[in-house]
């Protein structure tokens, strides 16, 4: 590893500190060099707040050194007024010679913007550097950048051989989890803006959607109810968090925000294209076998995780398909008595 990979590696962990905070903004961090020793270190924590260069520099004790100091970013530093002030003109007016920057800032606001300033003002700048692993890093930010909708990740657990649930007109649902993998579904939902799920789903199961048995912001809930016969005293419609509902009517709900989708062709890019302009970035499905197939068959995903117990049920709800399971696959993770297989969208 060379030392501007180390110091990027160091961005990378620092900027992982704004998993819960930076959103919608992407995480980035930001480290300052004088003499081979780092002598400022910064990341995004929240959305609005200053950005990991501003807090990196500030850091720094003597702001003398950074006239022959580099400062490393994992994202390109912004050319643009938001809520604060554009990174690469700070950057400049400190003086610091030279810029190495993990990836490209693929927001049109930014976008090679940010490295033509601070090039034009006279800093070595530097590029590429652990590129790869600096976008997986802000994975949701590029796709709803680059792809105009949320980063989807699809989650469901099924037995060993392959159902999801008992067929059932009521009662609860068999439960496959297990206390740890509750847990990490729990962490999962507070990494994600948005959580979705089906009418069968809401009706049988009647979920709250909520983070429990993690730290972290709540996620908007999204559920199907194309006529808008789901009771509303469903954990749904609770009020305790938002919740938007896909329906055909043109109807207004307590408690629930309604998207009025066409029904007559398929609501889900209808709805990606909601969320986009919602900015929402991250999306996690939740939901029964018939929406989860709706995703994986429209190509609507980019991760799922698939948790398998055990126990075998003998017969039931069959678990969605993967249209090509060995080609997608990632890694698997033993959790106890389960375990996780992890796909990516090929």
């Known amino acids: 590893m060379t030392n501007d990979e180390k110091y990027m590696m160091r961005c990378i962990q620092l900027a992982q500190n704004g998993q819960l ?131 989807i990740t699809l989650k469901w657990a099924e037995s060993a051989d392959g159902y999801m649930d008992m067929v059932r007109e009521g009662g609860e649902p068999v439960k496959l989890s297990s206390p740890l993998t509750q847990m990490i579904s729990h962490k999962r939902r507070a990494e994600h803006q948005a959580i979705m799920v089906g009418t069968r789903t809401a009706l049988l199961d009647n979920p709250s959607l909520n983070v429990r048995q993690w730290v972290g912001s709540q996620p908007l809930r999204i559920v199907i109810d194309r006529d808008l016969k789901l009771p509303r005293h469903l954990k749904l419609f609770d009020g305790s968090q938002p919740t938007l509902v896909v329906t055909e009517k043109d109807e207004t709900l307590d408690n629930a925000e309604c998207f009025r989708a066409d029904f007559s062709k398929s609501i889900l890019p209808q709805l990606m294209e909601e969320l986009c302009h919602r900015n929402i970035q991250s999306l996690l499905v939740e939901g029964g076998s018939k929406l989860l197939q709706s995703f994986l068959s429209e190509g609507l995903w980019d991760e799922a995780y698939v948790e398998h117990c055990p126990w075998v049920l003998g017969g039931g709800i069959m678990s969605p398909s993967l249209i090509n399971p060995k080609k997608s696959f990632k890694k698997r993770q033993i959790m106890g008595r389960n375990y996780h297989i992890y796909y990516n969208f090929v």
Request: charged fraction near 20%; glycine fraction near 10%; hydrophobic fraction near 40%.
């Open 21 to 151: 905070g930076a959103a919608p903004n992407p995480m980035v961090g930001a480290v300052v060099v004088c003499d081979g020793r780092i002598i400022g270190e910064g990341y995004h924590a929240r959305c609005g707040e200053a950005h990991a260069e501003v807090n990196a520099i500030a850091s720094v004790k003597d702001e003398s050194l950074l006239k022959r100091s580099t400062i490393y970013v994992s994202l390109e530093p912004c050319a643009h007024w938001g809520k604060t002030p554009p990174c690469a003109n700070l950057i400049v007016s400190k003086g610091i010679p030279k810029v190495v920057i993990g990836c490209k800032d693929p927001f049109s606001k930014v976008s090679g913007k940010g490295i033509e300033i601070l090039r034009n003002a006279g800093c070595e700048v530097v590029t590429g550097v652990l590129e790869k692993e600096c976008m997986e890093l802000n994975k949701t930010f590029f796709t709803m950048q680059l792809k105009h909708r949320p980063f």
